[in-house]
């Protein structure tokens, strides 16, 4: 069975622009979940979609921003990039949302 | 503070050694307690999955988790050069059917031949 697969690997952007990043979970698994991973704070938590509806929601700012179509593929906006943002992207596919399977991440720099 | 509470390391040990990775909590609600591995410039996956108190064997790992104490522990075993990543605990409390995991900022481990 294919793993959850991540586009695109690595992504340099400017201050102000936006981003999309792109999520393709493990075949069946319907909750997809974003995390934002920094050397400083670690794994955090941005959203869960489930079934298309967004289900959970960390504490990031509405720049964030998230969507999951009928297939289960998920992306992530990032709209005004700030320096701050700089950071890996994972994505994570569950069955139920208790064990996470994590894609290779989009690792985004913003100069 | 935060919720949960890991040593970044490094932490650097010899081929063979037994390695101990620990996380403290605060939130006694927390049911379901995880380890990832993560290797440098990858996902984290999956290591051990354990559910209340108690010891959980998988070959060469050992989790143990003690709610009394809001501790938890991984033991690798004969630690190999390939055991060399960062480790990730994770525990999530099961709450309106979502079980998103808190994670602690992990432990980077060496393992020198």
């Known amino acids: 069975k294919a793993g959850v697969t991540q586009t695109p690997r690595y992504l340099i952007k400017t201050r102000g622009q936006q981003v999309t990043l792109s999520c393709s979970p493990i075949?069946?698994?319907?909750?997809v979940s974003w995390y934002q991973q920094t050397p400083g704070q670690g794994l955090q938590f941005l959203f869960e979609?489930?079934?298309?509806?967004?289900?959970n929601k960390g504490n990031f700012p509405g720049r964030f921003s998230g969507r999951q179509f009928s297939n289960s593929r998920s992306e992530m906006n990032v709209s005004t990039l700030e320096l701050g943002d700089s950071a890996l992207y994972l994505c994570?596919?569950?069955?139920?949302?208790?064990?996470?399977?994590f894609g290779p991440g989009t690792r985004l720099t913003v100069l | 503070q935060k919720e949960v509470e890991q040593d970044p390391g490094p932490l650097s040990v010899p081929e063979g050694a037994i390695v101990s990775l620990n996380c403290t909590y605060s939130?006694?609600?927390?049911?379901?307690f995880m380890w990832y591995r993560q290797y440098s410039r990858k996902g984290p996956e999956l290591l051990m999955y354990?559910?209340?108190?108690g010891n959980k064997e998988d070959g060469r790992f050992t989790a143990q988790v003690d709610k009394s104490s809001k501790y938890i522990s991984l033991f690798i075993r004969d630690s190999q050069p390939s055991d060399s990543a960062t480790y990730l605990c994770?525990?999530?409390?099961?709450?309106?059917?979502?079980?998103?995991?808190?994670f602690g900022r992990g432990t980077s481990l060496i393992v020198h031949p």
């Open positions: 994570a596919s569950s069955p139920l949302s208790d064990e996470q399977f």
């Open positions: 075949s069946g698994h319907r909750s």
């Open positions: 979609y489930f079934s298309e509806t967004q289900r």
């Open positions: 939130n006694s609600a927390f049911q379901y």
């Open positions: 354990t559910y209340s108190s």
């Open positions: 994770a525990m999530s409390n099961p709450s309106g059917g979502s079980y998103i995991p808190t």
